[in-house]
């Protein structure tokens, strides 16, 4: 009698583990990087997000409920059309479940609505726009890594706190850039302070010296690069050609990642004050990921971006393996929002109803050369901004399903 009962009950858990592999569409769960693989956000991003997605797949066993997982990527070449024929080619013939990633507010905003009208799964960890979880929020997206928002109300009001309280803004004319400049002002005049006037300069641009000159002549105290990556670290380097720091004004780099510090080098970063959600230095945790994650994308040590794509697509394993299919997207994003997350990198944390990733981020400062005890040791803590204080409160951001 034991002997059949035990035969029995092997065989009942032989035909559930081969119902939870038979939902996982086509038998495999496929999952989506799409960025910027050629330009001027290649090093933020870039093939570092499918590094960082592989090293998440591997640390979670390489399988969900018996089901192999397959990575693959794009470059969106940060052209809308382009990121959404792709999205829509994976989600329409590639059977992908998830798609990751997607520095660049504009792809992501369109990205955004084919996702949920195929009913799949979005984490962004690149794109900054608060619209996001705003207005253009979406049941079947996650905003993981950080927001303009939250780099408003980090950067802006520290500065602004501190005697910076007169902005012009040098800002990238597309989505992420207006954000970012509309989020900074809002901070900036509602401490106090005024905002002079802004310019807008083409994304991916070489020549900043005419939106320079323009800021300088304005007389403001701060100058507010309200852009990213290559665009930020040229703008730096042709502000101390022409002066700008030295004649008195100060530069808030309002969008700043670790690959821009190692790029323009400490004597022309130092000081520069910016807000992050992620510095591979923390902790032994985060130092023991930038090793592996090093070793594999060439001494490069993991952006913000990298380590929230790890830890997006951690816990989007933990929901698929609980609710066990991948057919409908909305629903493992409810899992995920229901589930608390937790990983080595963020800590714990949680995913609130507009789809806004809720964690600590961190006021920066980059150290002086004298003060770096070593290769990508760049940044000195100036204060932790708290969960509850980091992200836009969820009744001021206008997302329509939430009550």
């Not at 300069?201 to 290559?230: E, H, R, T, W, Y």
């Amino acid at each position: 009698m034991n002997k059949l009962r035990t035969t029995l009950l092997a065989a009942m858990s032989l035909i559930a583990a081969n119902a939870a592999h038979a939902e996982m569409s086509g038998n495999v769960v496929k999952i989506g990087v799409l960025n910027d693989q050629s330009s001027l956000y290649t090093d933020l991003a870039g093939q570092g997000s499918v590094v960082a997605a592989q090293m998440a797949v591997e640390d979670f066993g390489g399988k969900v409920n018996g089901t192999a997982i397959e990575i693959v990527s794009a470059d969106h070449q940060n052209k809308a059309d382009v990121g959404s024929n792709a999205a829509r080619e994976w989600l329409d013939v590639g059977g992908v479940d998830v798609i990751v990633d997607v520095p660049n507010s504009g792809v992501a905003l369109a990205v955004n609505e084919i996702v949920k009208e195929k009913n799949k799964v979005f984490l962004i960890s690149g794109a900054a726009s608060s619209a996001l979880t705003g207005e253009k929020c979406s049941p079947n997206t996650v905003h993981w890594t950080y927001d303009t928002w939250s780099l408003a109300n980090g950067t802006g009001k520290a500065i602004v706190k501190t005697g910076g309280d007169s902005w012009y803004f040098i800002t990238a004319d597309y989505a992420f850039g207006h954000a970012l400049e509309k989020d900074t002002a809002a901070v900036v005049e509602s401490n106090g302070g005024k905002v002079l006037g802004a310019v807008r300069a083409p994304l991916n641009n070489a020549d900043f010296s005419s939106f320079l000159l323009q800021a300088q002549s304005s007389g403001a105290k701060i100058v507010g690069l309200a852009n990213a990556g290559a665009d930020t670290t040229n703008a730096i380097k042709q502000a101390a050609e022409f002066g700008i720091v030295a004649g008195g004004q100060s530069l808030a780099g309002l969008l700043i990642f670790i690959t821009d510090v190692h790029a323009l080098g400490l004597p022309t970063a130092q000081g520069l004050i910016f807000t992050e959600s992620f510095y591979w230095d923390n902790n032994d945790a985060t130092r023991a990921f930038a090793k592996k994650f090093a070793e594999r994308d060439g001494g490069i040590h993991p952006t913000m971006i990298h380590a929230g794509v790890y830890s997006a697509v951690t816990h989007y394993l933990k929901a698929l393996a609980a609710v066990g299919a991948d057919s409908d997207g909305k629903a493992v994003v409810d899992k995920m929002k229901e589930l608390p997350t937790e990983d080595p990198l963020f800590g714990k944390g949680t995913i609130r109803a507009d789809g806004r990733k809720i964690h600590d981020m961190y006021l920066f400062e980059v150290k002086k050369p004298e003060e770096s005890k070593g290769p990508w040791d760049y940044y000195k803590l100036r204060a932790t901004i708290p969960a509850a204080e980091a992200f836009r409160p969820l009744d001021k951001g206008g997302c329509p399903f939430v009550k």
